[in-house]
């Protein structure tokens, strides 16, 4: 049987069927839920898409132009590897077919302008991450907790070892030449692709050394990507399941915010709201939020694990990121601290289900999609 139709295979059979989450959600829930599902457009995937590429060129530009001066450098290279790690989140949005309703499109998309650059395969990350999706914290069949499990983030508890570990390890880089590798060897991808793939990387490399800017393109793209983005790639990654090991769908991720500027870097294009995500695949990034507003009038939702900042907690209702990774259980004590005040914020956030259906569908700010 040719590599590409089981490759196809396997990613149809790794598809979530519908959980059983959904009888919990109200009427009124399910119809907001459907009216931003229906509200997917065209234009918002590749506009993001474009602002990124925007960003990355308008910075080379500026380090040739002051001729690679240190400072200037480093802060263009942290840029770069910025908005590579938010062409991952848009590699993420074309494996569930979303970042444009026309599948050729998002398939071309996909690829040449995001999974290629970056030294992956859209095929073989489609596979993987729908196997994640379909087989969460399964041992055998979860990519991510396989991963997870080799790092030691299943279940971490203390508090030195994982910032030695998880923190500050991973600015040593010392788990780069596994992921590079990884990325490169495409496990499971498409054979056919794996050829393109290569030929564009050969031919794009080719093209930069023709015209004299092949130091350029390695000290402005594949260092950025074998340092900043790596780290940036491990940091986000902790904040999706770490640490919430659950059969419960309502319990098993996290969702998070953070001020803009440590969105930008580890959760580009509204990666963080994962769990609103993992109940609904289909939704695309630039609906995800006014899902997670929607969602709110559900207690199982309500009470699920959504964090405000991540080192350090913003609210007093709410833990970081890291401190729910190392003690989930804080949630029902923090709510418990903070009777009254947890409360108020719980009433207000489960009445925006009224007016989500009518927000969801207005034209997105540009904030949403950078």
């Known amino acids: 049987m040719p590599q590409e139709d089981r490759v196809q295979q396997r990613c ?55 001729d690679f001066q240190p400072l200037v450098y480093l802060a263009g290279v942290i840029i770069i590897a910025g908005r590579q790690r938010a062409l991952r989140s848009l590699m993420h949005e074309a494996s569930h077919l979303k970042l444009t309703r026309h599948g050729p499109a998002n398939k071309w998309l996909g690829r040449v302008f995001i999974a290629w650059p970056i030294f992956s395969g859209l095929s073989a990350y489609t596979c993987a991450h729908c196997e994640h999706h379909r087989h969460l914290w399964d041992d055998r069949r979860d990519p991510k907790l396989l991963g997870y499990m080799r790092l030691g983030l299943v279940n971490p508890r203390d508090m030195k070892q994982f910032v030695r570990r998880h923190l500050l390890k ?11 590798t990884a990325d490169l060897i495409g496990r499971d991808e498409d054979r056919k692709e794996t050829r393109l793939r290569f030929l564009f990387l050969v031919t794009v490399s080719a093209a930069f050394l023709v015209a004299g800017a092949g130091l350029e393109f390695l000290l402005l793209w594949v260092v ?14 902790i904040a999706d399941h ?17 001020p803009w500027l440590v969105r930008q870097f580890l959760a580009p294009h509204n990666s963080n709201w994962h769990l609103a995500h993992h109940l609904y695949q289909a939704v695309p990034h630039y609906r995800i939020r006014q899902l997670h ?62 007016s989500c259906p009518v927000t969801a569908l207005r034209p997105a700010e540009p904030s949403e999609i950078v």
């Open 170 to 180: 991973p600015l040593l880089m010392t788990h780069v030449p596994y992921q590079v």
């Open 224 to 237: 950025p990507y074998v340092t900043f983005y790596q780290i940036l790639r491990y940091w986000s990654d």
């Open 12 to 66: 149809r059979a790794s598809r979530p069927s519908s959980g059983g989450f959904k009888r919990e959600l109200s009427p009124e829930t399910k119809e907001a839920v459907k009216d931003i599902h229906n509200s997917r457009d065209n234009w918002h995937g590749p506009l993001g898409l474009l602002a990124d590429w925007l960003v990355i060129i308008g910075s080379a530009v500026v380090v040739v132009h002051f």
């Open 242 to 258: 770490a640490g919430l090991r659950s059969d419960n769908p309502w319990q098993a991720t996290r969702s998070w915010d953070a």
């Open 293 to 354: 507003q929607t969602l709110q009038a559900t207690p199982s939702y309500q009470d699920a694990h959504h964090c405000d900042g991540f080192l350090f907690a913003r609210n007093r209702c709410q833990p970081a990121v890291v401190q729910d990774v190392l003690q989930p259980e804080r949630l029902a004590e923090l709510r418990a601290r903070h009777p009254q005040l947890c409360e108020h914020r719980r009433e207000m956030m489960a009445g925006c289900v009224q």
